[in-house]
């Protein structure tokens, strides 16, 4: 039970540049996976293959014992039951808060006005957005931005959250505001893939830790193994860079 | 020439002068609600990513290349022109007789919306591609993501070029007299021909195409305004501190 999704051998090249090589790993339900490594890693190229904003290059995704790479599945019908948050945070510029959180649902879900108000704002609440239902994204701070765009996401009920360095873009004094919600809803038993920067985030809210170097996954592990035991001389140089 | 001798032209002369800036009127606001559509459908076939599947990517191919001569055939044919070779050109090769106000109609659209398809290729290239990402990360396929996300946006963007468009449509179907369109400066020429006076007519038909295409001007700047919403927001009830 419990297995979500399932990648294997997965590779990824943008014409002779091969970004991502036999990536092997799988999201069991209800786990928080936070991807770490150095930039130009492979990372988010990773997080887009998942969800297809990239076509794979090779090997195959099971969701739900499903391989979704075949021709005949439904991308559209996979991709709503994946959240995704950008580092950029993507709002939907031409609708205010509470519609970018409606639109998905009322368009894609089929669901009424009425009941996608009313999950839109569940969710703005959660992140504390519940005010700010008629602001336009240009009239948002960065952090506000990002927790709307957190809203959006869960709007559509997804399995898996995935984030692509959801702090990476704010100004410091809003990153806070933004992990605050994320930590809030790893608690919820949500399934969270999280591409992050922020290590001290990464120990408390993971249960695994995958490190990523050069297109290959180099060690996965629970938290307190990658932070303090690592096993590969690649996770300790690189810890080394970031924490010192 | 005096102030009088206009103003007793213009008494003696307007209804044949409000026709023709009615007509030119209403020639210049169907073509360009007409071009417009055109505009929007090409441009956003014209934006349509390589579709996957051997078949569709023919045909989108094939849609494609019969958008683009459309585009530089009508973008590269002088108006005046066009209009003589398909007003005759239709009664030569299939018989119709078209009506004139028809085909002024025809004529107009059609050159709008070769003109829009590609103001609106360049709208929809210039939106983000964060927000084409966000879209389909919901899972919205390429339709709704146009239709909720990406045209909104490409509409607001472009309403400067499209009153642009309409200003240029009010101006340019003085051409269309040509095949006899009793629009604004075919009055003014029957004025002329009647009167033998010919600054009076057409000084009177200057005034009436500033007075059109200063309007449009204000009305689109006033809906820009409207469609860009209230500079604030309305907080609903108090955010914590
Ligand atoms: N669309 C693309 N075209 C070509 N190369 C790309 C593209 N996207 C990413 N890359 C390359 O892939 C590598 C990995 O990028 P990325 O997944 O963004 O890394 P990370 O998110 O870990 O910083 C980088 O070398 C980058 O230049
Ligand atoms: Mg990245």
């Not at chain 2, 008494?11 to 209403?26: E, I, S």
């Amino acid at each position: 039970m419990g297995n979500v999704i399932e990648v294997q051998h997965l590779s990824k090249s943008f014409g002779n540049h091969e970004v991502l090589r036999d990536i092997d790993f799988s999201v069991n339900k209800g786990e928080v996976i936070c991807i770490i490594g150095s930039s130009g890693s492979g990372k988010s190229t990773l997080l887009r293959c998942i969800n297809l904003l990239e076509k794979p290059s090779g090997g195959q995704i099971i969701y739900h014992g499903e391989n979704i790479l075949d021709e005949k599945h439904d991308i559209h019908a996979y991709r709503k039951k994946l959240g995704m948050v950008f580092q950029q945070f993507n709002l939907f510029n031409n609708h205010n808060a509470l519609n970018n959180c409606m639109v998905g649902q009322v368009k894609v879900l089929k669901r009424s006005k009425e009941d996608a108000e009313k999950i839109a704002l569940k969710y703005l609440k959660v992140v504390g957005m519940d005010h700010y239902v008629n602001a336009k994204p240009k009239q948002l701070s960065g952090g506000q931005k990002q927790r709307v765009a957190i809203a959006r996401a869960l709007s559509m009920e997804p399995d898996v959250m995935l984030f692509d360095e959801p702090t990476s873009a704010l100004d410091p004094e809003m990153v806070g505001e933004v992990l605050k919600v994320m930590k809030e809803l790893a608690s919820t038993g949500l399934t969270m893939l999280i591409v992050t920067h922020e290590m001290e985030f990464a120990r408390e809210v993971a249960d695994r830790v995958v490190f990523m170097d050069k297109g290959v996954i180099a060690e996965e592990g629970p938290p307190e193994q990658i932070f303090n035991h690592p096993r590969e001389e690649r996770t300790k140089a690189f810890l080394k860079r970031t924490l010192s | 020439m005096s102030i009088e001798y206009i103003i007793s032209m213009i008494t003696n002369n307007w209804p044949m002068f409000l026709r023709g800036a009615g007509m030119t009127l209403l020639i210049s606001i169907i073509g360009t609600i007409f071009g417009s559509v055109i505009g929007l459908l090409a441009g956003v076939i014209r934006t349509i990513p390589t579709p996957e599947r051997k078949l569709k990517r023919v045909v989108l191919k094939i849609v494609n290349l019969i958008l683009s001569v459309y585009i530089e055939f009508f973008r590269g044919t002088p108006m005046i022109v066009q209009a003589m070779v398909i007003f005759y050109g239709s009664a030569l090769a299939f018989g119709i007789d078209m009506d004139r106000t028809m085909a002024a109609i025809f004529i107009v659209s059609i050159n709008t919306g070769a003109y829009m398809a590609e103001i609106v290729r360049g709208g929809v290239i210039s939106i983000d591609k964060g927000q084409f990402e966000a879209a389909q990360a919901i899972g919205m396929n390429h339709v709704q993501t146009m239709w909720s996300v990406v045209l909104p946006q490409v509409i607001r963007n472009i309403l400067p070029a499209t009153g642009n468009q309409f200003i240029i449509n009010i101006k340019d179907t003085s051409v269309l007299n040509v095949i006899g369109v009793t629009e604004l400066y075919f009055q003014a020429k029957t004025v002329a021909g009647i009167s033998f006076k010919y600054f009076e007519p057409f000084f009177i038909a200057c005034i009436l195409y500033f007075v059109m295409t200063f309007t449009v001007t204000l009305i689109l700047r006033y809906i820009e305004r409207k469609l860009d919403g209230p500079e604030n927001y309305s907080m609903i009830g108090q955010p914590p501190p």
